[in-house]
């Protein structure tokens, strides 16, 4: 049956293909290439299946193409910007994603790019090789860092797949690499007197400070370490959300574009009260709003002028804290006061009790305290 098989010998082979004897006859005896052996008298020689060959080296195109696309980082650029509108849109998984996510999609694949070896030859930007060799170059307890840049590419390589680019075994190879924790998170907190420490400096004037940043900067800390609102929550917040009178905080499209409300305490209400009677009279919805250092007119708040605010105030007390952490703050003070779990859950916006059990913090020092007067 072999003998009525249409077949082509490895110099036709090599002809087609534009490359040397010596090459075909590398990949045939490595397998690579589907032959056929026939014996002869001293030796062997082989035959190529044209069906075969064909299928071959249509599949072989594909590859070669493929490899193009991965090793030339200005068509990878090219597409990332239809790669973040499609996550944007949720063309990619069905599910639209939050701002937030794909600025941190954006800037960890961008990182990743920066990080991938120079190279002196033609190889891909994107694969396993280069991955292992980017997470070598981090330190082995940035599991964020690394679980970032593995949720970015994972997803760009996603997005890749579904345009016929590359395919499902590049994904698969991935997966080999997914970020494991070795190290426990680290965790950051105030306790209630570092807190009350934080609000009281807040409140102090420094030099180059106006009084209304002052007064801005006392009611930001207050709103997050009193009603646990995340730092984007916190800057989203629309001067209709605040309802003084009935004390109600209305989130707006919170994370997992999830509304809530939440109570304002007493002592809230007299920042938020204050802050009220000295904002700008303007058109800007966002409830807090800072200055312009260029143009000098009112702007809305943002997460990074917030951090920048928060690290500030950390250095002046030497307190480690973030806006993160004083989310982090408020549901421990609460549950060391007894609140129920079930409530600092619902205020805090999360959908599983076990995530805020992990915000509940309790110092090395703390616990002393707490043992010394059993």
Not at 285 to 293: A, D, L, R, Y
Request: proline residues 4%.
């Amino acid at each position: 049956m072999a003998d009525m098989i249409e077949t082509l010998t490895l110099e036709e082979v090599a002809k087609d293909l534009r490359v040397s004897s010596r090459t075909v006859r590398r990949l045939a005896k490595s397998g690579d290439l589907p032959v056929i052996t026939k014996p002869f008298k001293g030796g062997f020689y082989y035959t190529v299946p044209v069906t075969s060959y064909l299928e071959w080296k249509s599949k072989h195109a594909n590859e070669e193409k493929e490899d193009n696309l991965l090793s030339d980082s200005s068509s990878l650029n090219m597409l990332q910007e239809e790669w973040l509108d499609w996550c944007k849109k949720g063309l990619l998984t069905g599910k639209p994603l939050s701002e937030r996510t794909l600025e941190i999609y954006e800037y960890y694949l961008s990182y990743y790019f920066k990080l991938v070896p120079r190279r002196y030859t033609k190889s891909a930007l994107i694969s396993l090789d280069s991955l292992r060799k980017v997470f070598s170059e981090i330190d082995i307890k940035s599991y964020s860092t690394k679980k970032n840049i593995y949720d970015a590419l994972r997803s760009f390589i996603r997005f890749l797949t579904s345009k016929g680019y590359t395919n499902q075994s590049l994904l698969d190879d991935i997966q080999k690499l997914r970020p494991k924790r070795f190290y426990p998170p680290k965790k950051v907190h105030c306790t209630q007197e570092q807190f009350e420490v934080l609000l009281s400096e807040a409140g102090k004037r420094y030099s180059g400070q106006s009084d209304y940043d002052v007064i801005l900067n006392s009611a930001t800390i207050a709103t997050i370490g009193f009603a646990g609102l995340r730092a984007s929550e916190l800057c989203n917040l629309r001067l209709q959300d605040i309802d003084l009178i009935n004390r109600r905080l209305f989130v707006y499209l919170g994370k997992g574009k999830k509304n809530r409300s939440v109570g304002i305490c007493n002592k809230l209400y007299d920042y938020l009260t204050k802050y009220l009677n000295v904002r700008p009279k303007i058109d800007l919805e966002n409830f807090f709003v800072t200055t312009n250092q260029f143009s000098n007119t009112p702007v809305p708040l943002t997460r990074k002028t917030l951090a920048q605010k928060i690290e500030r105030l950390s250095k002046r007390t030497s307190i480690p804290v973030s806006p993160h952490a004083l989310r982090r703050t408020m549901a421990t003070i609460a549950a060391n006061s007894g609140k129920p779990i079930n409530i600092i859950s619902l205020a805090l916006g999360h959908s599983d009790l076990k995530t805020t059990q992990g915000y509940l913090m309790t110092s090395q020092e703390e616990v002393i305290k707490e043992m010394q007067g059993w």
